[in-house]
């Protein structure tokens, strides 16, 4: 049985629990109800130690009541909590729509890439939402966005290219003027990966991928990072000179 919806079990959840559900006060029910088998917080197939069970449970009718139980990943040691809906003697988990939309997802890189490329921020940051929501079909296209950004606004911004002149180029000739044959080689593989999640027939490199170009950007990140600051420094050390 699959629930589709609840990130703490896989496809093939078939682990049953026998938990001796209280239907009131009185009477004690021997429940069977399929334990939870995959950990989101670690992304894996994992083992679930059974805690503990709600002690209230809430009358749904004359034989159908709702109860949480308890559980401890045996990989990570975090406790989760698992909604049930029992039929007499077998449970069923409660396929809750779980919605991860408050959690916060932190950017990758420090205060200077988001000072100099604050568009790029706001376009990686939406990426990187669609990745962690598994929208990998959004994600591709979003990171390889976020990278055309980037790349075309350090051109403009920090190499004195002409606006009108890198909107015309291709995104993968804007990258030959990056800086050394390594970091241009290293932002072009990342853009053919990216052209590869972002258009309909385009699957040059179908052993690269996501991580691919994300380790691209990032690379390419902290070289031009690293040469805005040369530039700064070096403006600093003129500026001087003529005192
Ligand atoms: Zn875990």
Redesign the pocket.
Same mark, same amino acid.
């Given at each position: 049985m699959s629930y589709i919806n609840n990130p703490f079990f896989s496809t093939d959840s078939n682990n049953i629990t026998k938990i001796n559900a209280q239907q009131n006060s009185i009477s004690t029910l021997g429940v069977k109800v399929p334990s939870p088998n995959f +950990?989101p917080?670690?992304n894996i197939p994992?083992n679930f130690r059974y805690v503990s069970e709600s002690y209230d449970y809430e009358n749904l009718g004359p034989t159908s009541y709702r109860f949480e139980v308890t559980y401890q +990943?045996q990989?990570?040691y975090?406790y989760v909590a698992v909604g049930y809906i029992s039929n007499m003697d077998s449970g069923s988990v409660i396929d809750y729509d779980f919605n991860f939309t408050n959690n916060k997802i932190k950017f990758p890189f420090n205060e200077d890439v988001e000072n100099n490329f604050p568009d790029f921020k706001i376009i990686y940051t939406q990426a990187q939402k669609a990745e962690k929501y598994g929208l990998n079909e959004i994600a591709g296209p979003g990171y390889r966005k976020a990278f055309e950004n980037l790349i075309k606004e350090y051109l403009i911004k920090f190499c004195d290219k002409k606006e009108e002149s890198i909107q015309k180029r291709s995104l993968s000739d804007c990258a030959s003027d990056l800086g050394d044959e390594t970091i241009n080689k290293i932002a072009k593989v990342a853009i053919w990966v990216g052209n590869d999640q972002t258009h309909y027939d385009s699957n040059q490199n179908p052993n690269l991928d996501l991580n691919d170009l994300k380790n691209g950007i990032n690379f390419t990140v902290n070289y031009l990072i690293s040469e805005i600051e040369k530039k700064k420094l070096l403006q600093a050390y003129d500026d001087k000179k003529k005192d």
């Open positions: +950990c917080f670690e994992s +990943c990989g990570c975090k």
